[in-house]
């Protein structure tokens, strides 16, 4: 399904231009298709120069029925399972047979319906011990699993208030060395626990570095309560986390209810691509 609008316009991130694609699509089944289908370029993109596709998740409902379409896109083109390597971009403190699990999420929408290897899933094992350790785990585990490589694709979602993954705009970020800091674009680390009133309490979050130093960043959003976050986090607004995270290329799909009137004028700072 072709978007109904594509604009690649530009955005400055602190002292650097990147250019942002924005498409838009008619309804969340229009965005599902089309985003099940640049994931399944990039992945057979990097399984060809590489042997395999580093693959971070997003968590909440909006991306499930990409994840969906995803999954038969893998079978269908003989995409071996092996050559994949999932990790998640964040989690809720929450085992991971819990509705609210993003795991679960994934793992029922795409992890399953594929038979992805166990070696293949980075877990990180939520729900149990204490969120600031189980972070350090997963740092070090996904540091190893990814072999000094970055990321091919991380598909991320976007709440009203312009949180992305779990980076909250009131969150605190809590590290093994005791330190904990205000959540910001140029904290330092891989994995983090975060306390987030706005998300009632613990999550574990990749950090910026991570996110940002990806091959693509795809944004899912969809619903009319996040224009204006769309429209502050295309812009490059430094207190919008969604803001905070541009990997080399970086694509906001959307829905048109979820581009509203606020981002009407998206067409201006137009780069003819
Ligand atoms: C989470 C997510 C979070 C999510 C946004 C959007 O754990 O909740 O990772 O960042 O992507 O809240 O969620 P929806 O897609 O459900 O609107």
Redesign the pocket.
């Known amino acids: 399904m072709t978007p109904s609008t594509r604009k690649c316009w530009s955005a400055r991130v602190g002292a650097e231009t990147v250019a942002i694609d924005t498409f838009v699509y008619p309804d969340e089944e229009a965005l599902a298709e089309a985003a099940c289908a640049l994931a399944l370029g990039k992945i057979q993109e990097a399984i060809g120069e590489r042997n395999r596709a580093i693959v971070v998740l997003?968590?909440?409902?909006?991306p499930r029925a990409t994840y969906r379409l995803l999954a038969r896109g893998i079978v269908k083109k003989r995409i071996p399972a092996e050559r994949l390597l999932w990790l998640f971009?964040?989690e809720?403190w929450v085992l991971v047979d819990d509705p609210q699990s993003?795991e679960g999420m994934a793992r029922e929408s795409l992890l399953h319906p594929i038979a992805a290897p166990a070696s293949t899933v980075l877990s990180w094992e939520a729900g149990h011990g204490d969120p600031v350790g189980c972070a350090q785990r997963y740092g070090e585990k996904a540091a190893d699993a990814m072999l000094g490589q970055n990321a091919d694709l991380v598909f991320?979602?976007?709440?009203s208030d312009g949180?992305?993954?779990?980076l909250f705009p009131d969150a605190t970020m809590h590290f093994s060395s005791g330190r904990s800091v205000a959540v910001g674009p140029e904290v330092p680390g891989f994995a983090v626990a975060v306390h987030s009133l706005t998300a009632k309490g613990w999550r574990l979050t990749l950090c910026p570095d991570v996110l940002n130093a990806a091959r693509t960043v795809v944004f899912l959003v969809a619903?009319a309560e996040k224009s204006q976050a769309l429209r502050r986090a295309r812009g490059g607004d430094p207190a919008t986390p969604a803001a905070w995270i541009r990997g080399e290329r970086t694509v906001f799909m959307a829905t048109r209810d979820a581009l509203g009137k606020e981002n009407a004028d998206f067409g201006r700072d137009v780069r003819h691509g």
């Open positions: 997003a968590g909440g409902n909006t971009g964040d809720r993003n991320l979602g976007m709440g949180h992305t993954a779990s619903g």
